[in-house]
Every structure is written in C-alpha cells, then in structure tokens.
C-alpha cells in the first residue's frame, strides 16, 4: 500500500463546478503540500499545510491531522484549472513523499 | 527573481552512458532537491542538499549521485545508464534547510530519454 493515497485518480468537470481532491497519508508528517503540474511538466506550490484550512483565490485546501486526511477543493473550476494536482507529505524527518496525482480536465 | 533553471531540458543517451544535469536554484535559495518522475512511478525523491552537504537520500541505487556547489547549483550524476531511467528529472530549491514551513520551488525538469 502506498503511504500517500489519491482519490480520485481521474476527474471530468463541467465549467463551474465544484471540485474535491482527497489525499490520505498513514505515515507520521511534519507538513503536506499541494501541487499542480500542468502538460509540459512544470510543477506550481499550491499550499503547504501543517493544520487546519487556507485559502487562495478558488483554491481551498483542508487538512485534518488525526485522521491523516487532507482535501483540495476548486470552486467555480474553469478549463484553466485542467492538470494533475499531486499531494505530497513531508516525513517528520526526512523527504517528500508523493501521491499519484489526480488528473483534473474541466469542460467549458 | 529568476526561477529555478535546468539544464538541459531535453536529453537522449543511450544504454551504458552516463549523464550529469544541472540544477541553478533561485538566487539566495541554499537547499536543492532533486525528484524523478515516470509515468509508472510518479514522483520519487532522489536526494536534497543544503550547503553542499546531503541531507536526505531516497532509495536509488549507487548509479545516481549529486552534488552541491559553494554557490548552491546543484549536480546529478547517473552513470551506466539503463532504460528504466529514461524520465523527467526535476529539481526544486527552497530558503531554509527543507524544514516542514519550507515551500519549494520547481524547475522545469529535464526530460532524459534512454536508448
């Protein structure tokens, strides 16, 4: 089993709706960070995490420590928002850790 | 600021080579982490640096090594070459020594192909 989990790994949308993302970790964190990398492979920061919620802009990311879940969330998604969005955790002590990533395509 | 750079973007080696890509991190950035992705895989972490020592180190074999200069550009280096390596390597800088508050920046990778 993989320590860092994604679900789900594909995702179709319509323009305007509202998207989850949902990463589950079963390894001991310091932080979780959020990515997003577009075709071309340039990987963005989204967020790092180490409690509770932020927010930027559509962007919303949750995370909830004692069950070792964190969730992204898009609202009103919009074709730009179309990429994989990778969560990844920081060990306690050592490196990232990487999920598979969520391919998101959003349908004008 | 200029971003992080890589070079070369693309490259094509063939089986028993080796390679060495280069990393600049942003100016005043100190640690340097290096990361492969393959479709199979994801991405997996190969090592991080922070003036000029290694840190960290995932599990690789002994064919992949970096390092780190006084001006924190990055190196790494995989020798003999095998198929399996054919990837997108990408690198990431951070300000501090990759502390958990850290945010990373990545590069745009450089995209090895194995013959």
């Known amino acids: 089993k993989n320590e860092v989990e994604q679900s789900p790994q594909n995702l179709t949308a319509q323009e305007g709706e509202f998207i989850t993302i949902n990463c589950s970790y079963s390894v001991g964190i310091s932080a979780l960070h959020w990515l997003q990398q577009h075709p071309g492979g340039g990987i963005v920061s989204l967020f790092m995490l180490s409690s509770g919620k932020k927010k930027h802009g559509r962007l919303i990311a949750t995370i909830n420590i004692q069950e070792k879940h964190s969730s992204l969330h898009i609202t009103a998604s919009h074709p730009r928002d179309s990429a994989v969005y990778i969560c990844a955790v920081k060990r306690s002590q050592g490196n990232l850790i990487f999920g598979k990533g969520t391919k998101l395509s959003v349908k004008p | 600021k200029a971003g992080v750079t890589q070079t070369p973007r693309y490259l094509i080696k063939t089986r028993g080579q080796q390679v060495t890509l280069s990393c600049s991190p942003i100016s005043g950035h100190r640690s340097v982490s290096w990361y492969q992705q393959t479709p199979g895989q994801g991405l997996q972490f190969l090592f991080e640096y922070f003036s000029e020592t290694q840190r960290n180190k995932g599990n690789f074999p002994g064919r992949f090594s970096g390092r780190q200069f006084s001006n924190s550009r990055s190196e790494m280096n995989v020798s003999t070459l095998e198929l399996g390596d054919s990837a997108l390597y990408l690198c990431?800088?951070?300000?501090?020594?990759?502390?958990?508050?850290?945010?990373?920046?990545f590069g745009p990778g450089t995209r090895l192909t194995v013959l």
């Open positions: 990431a800088s951070s300000p501090l020594a990759g502390g958990p508050g850290d945010t990373q920046y």
